[in-house]
């Protein structure tokens, strides 16, 4: 058995690669996420990504029985990392995925689902979606509307004073992973790190919290908890 | 027929030719990527020579052809250290015997090409360096076909490699880090197609040294 997924972030500087990794480690601390950047000449770090760093990142991800997803920062990174992928042994490789999608956003998701116990093409998949997170929050610069009715739904204030930015909305997601249903804020699915920043969510602000699936009552009243206990801060 | 002693000669040939010719290489490189392809080949392939001269002789063409290519990965760490490496540990696969007729130089060269499609995932006509592989592969595969010895197959190689190239400047960059200029890209020849040509002109001229020590 798998024990879980763990990243491999490749970039062409070593900080901007670590950088990356400090950021998703951030939402989610427990995830294995090792940083390889830039390329030695001469025991001088210059631009470039490096082929024997990233097999040897990747292997050791392996050897502790994690499956690993490797993201690239330009399409040359991509280049080294499918390189790594045809110098594994097949049934290693086999546990690789090479993920497409923006560096930084997708590391962030990438980690944040791996908390949440996902398989490697889960989050493979959300690497590639992260790609479409960056438009706008749904009514940015414009009043927020009223939440709608629903049944079985609950209302809550967001108990924080900063808003439902990325840290708070990376527990959440954390926190619904746990639950056998589908919770929803405002009809945002509460996984998505993402879809919960384009809410917009100030401080405050009233939130809609609906939830289907075996375990919908416990996970609503979790996340009602959460949210207007300020999610970790006030 | 191609022995190990041609390989090891393609090898030493075009570290002296990318060396000579990578101030040229990087400054195409400079215009529409980030300006270091002629330093980064010319240091990995004088690697490659440092290595095979370590190594005890190898007894194939494709001990060389391998060696190369991992050399090629842990000493050049941009795009075009995977992407050679590809192409020389596909072709290493290949080549494992002493010597290559015409038809085995033909199997050599269509490895190379397939690594680099692999690898890259770019079409012909992206200006990449595939525009120099293609039009190699094909034009050695017709020389073979036409009855052509070795020599002459990388003759015809070297040459349309060399006109792939060329006509790269025609082209608007979509794939690589070109690709954000676009069009901008255009007058400008593609680096990698470039120092393709350059390895296969090594290859041809290593073939003719041979060729002429034994006449």
């Known amino acids: 058995m798998s024990a879980g997924v763990g990243l491999v972030l490749v970039a ?52 502790a029985g994690r499956d690993v997803v490797v993201l690239g920062d330009l399409g040359s990174a991509l280049l080294t990392a499918g390189l790594v992928l045809e110098l594994l042994e097949p049934e290693r490789a086999a546990r690789v995925r090479v993920a497409e999608g923006p ?81 929803t804020v405002n009809d945002a699915p509460a996984e998505s790190v993402f879809e919960l920043m384009k809410l917009g969510a100030l401080g405050g602000a009233e939130l809609l919290v609906s939830a289907v699936g075996p375990q919908a009552e416990e996970a609503r009243e979790a996340v009602v908890e959460a949210i207007s206990s300020g999610l970790g801060e006030h | 027929m191609l022995s190990v002693a041609w390989a090891l000669e393609w090898m030493r040939r075009s570290a002296a030719l990318v060396a000579e010719r990578r101030g040229e290489l990087s400054e195409l490189d400079r215009r529409i990527g980030d300006g270091d392809h002629g330093e980064n080949l010319a240091r990995g392939l004088e690697a490659v020579v440092t290595r095979l001269e ?30 050679y490496g590809t192409a020389f540990l596909r072709a290493s696969r ?43 592969a094909e034009a050695a595969a017709r020389a073979a076909e036409s009855g052509a ?17 060329s006509a790269t400047a025609a082209l608007a960059a979509v794939r690589g880090r070109a690709s954000f200029l676009g069009e901008l890209s255009i007058g400008v020849a593609d680096p990698g197609a470039a120092s393709t040509a350059l390895v296969l002109e090594a290859a041809h001229e290593a073939a003719l040294a041979g060729a002429r020590s034994v006449a």
């Open chain 1, 12 to 63: 062409h500087a070593g900080e901007l690669a670590r950088g990356a990794a400090t950021v998703a480690r951030q939402m989610a601390p427990e995830v294995e996420i090792a940083a390889v950047g830039g390329f030695l000449v001469d025991q001088v770090e210059t631009l470039g990504t490096d082929v024997g760093g990233v097999l040897a990142a990747v292997e050791s991800q392996l050897d």
């Open chain 1, 103 to 183: 560096f930084v956003e997708g590391a962030v998701a990438a980690a944040v689902k791996a908390a949440g116990g996902a398989s490697l093409e889960e989050v493979t998949a959300t690497v590639t979606g992260a790609a479409s997170q960056w438009s706008l929050p749904a009514g940015a610069g414009v009043e927020p509307s009223e939440p709608p009715e629903q049944d079985g739904a609950a209302r809550v204030v967001l108990g924080n004073t900063t808003g439902l930015h990325a840290r708070p909305a990376a527990l959440l997601a954390r926190l619904v992973a746990r639950f056998d249903a589908k919770v």
């Open chain 2, 54 to 83: 370590e190594q005890p002789r190898p007894q194939l063409v494709g001990e060389v052809l391998r060696t190369a290519a991992t050399t090629l990965m842990s000493t050049v760490g941009g795009a075009s250290g995977p992407l």
């Open chain 2, 94 to 136: 290949v080549c494992a015997r002493p010597e290559l007729d015409a038809q085995g130089v033909v199997v050599l060269l269509e490895a190379c090409l397939e690594g680099v499609r692999d690898r890259g995932g770019a079409l012909a006509g992206d200006k990449t360096m595939l525009d120099a592989w293609v039009p190699a």
């Open chain 2, 149 to 165: 010895d070795p020599v002459e197959v990388l003759e015809a190689a070297a040459l349309a490699a060399r006109e792939g190239s």
